[in-house]
């Protein structure tokens, strides 16, 4: 994670809820609904819940897809998903704080954190994007500042100002938390799941749109 001078920080975070009742492996308690920021700091048991998050994103039936039915054990069948769709899903994006103010841009219903790549057109390309609704967050370059409206759908909505140089550096501190995450995630299953260790890594590469982690050999 990196911060500004202005007291900006920028995190990726997941969607997740209240996971009491999961049992196939460790997860943190966490509140009803929330976001966790993905990072290389994470512990065994935040790890556990954000697989369990991305799993639970993409725990899909199969249908007329091609798809083999699900296998009669619970491990498997839970990650069933995750391991089979080609194409994975991750509910969250980046959030940002003016931690003076207390203003933050959360992402909205639908977005995934795959679609962070939309932040590099507000920044090198259209300068303008969206990150779904309800809130509806929007970006939008002015020049060499870059407005962030926290819910463009309220004409009151709380607003941020961002330099250009600031928040393409905060994106690729962003990026860089997110890899730290993954080959966290990678060291987590191989101690936790070997038999899947290497499909659900690879697969939570792809929900993250990032390249699959190496996995360890003595975890």
């Given at each position: 994670m990196l911060q500004t001078s202005r007291v900006i920080v920028l995190q990726p975070v997941l969607e997740v809820y209240a996971s009491d009742d999961f049992t196939l492996w460790p997860v943190a308690k966490s509140?009803?609904?929330?976001f966790l920021p993905l990072s290389g700091a994470l512990d065994p048991a935040e790890v556990?819940?954000?697989v369990m998050r991305i799993a639970d994103c993409n725990n899909i039936d199969p249908e007329d897809d091609g798809r083999p039915p699900r296998p009669a054990d619970l491990l498997g069948s839970f990650l069933h998903g995750l391991l089979t769709m080609d194409d994975l899903f991750a509910s969250g994006g980046l959030r940002i704080t003016d931690t003076a103010t207390g203003t933050t841009l959360l992402p909205g219903c639908c977005n995934g954190l795959d679609e962070r790549r939309d932040w590099l057109?507000?920044?090198d390309g259209t300068g303008w994007a969206s990150f779904g609704h309800d809130p509806s967050p929007l970006a939008e370059r002015d020049g060499e500042v870059v407005r962030l409206t926290v819910d463009a759908e309220h004409d009151n909505?709380?607003?941020?100002?961002v330099p250009v140089t600031d928040l393409r550096r905060l994106l690729a501190g962003a990026e860089q938390d997110l890899i730290d995450f993954l080959q966290l995630a990678a060291v987590w299953a191989a101690r936790h799941m070997p038999?899947?260790?290497a499909p659900v890594a690879s697969a939570l590469?792809?929900?993250?749109?990032?390249?699959?982690p190496v996995i360890p050999t003595n975890p």
């Open positions: 509140a009803p609904y929330g556990g819940t954000a057109e507000v920044v909505s709380p607003v941020m100002e038999a899947y260790a590469g792809r929900a993250l749109d990032l390249p699959a």
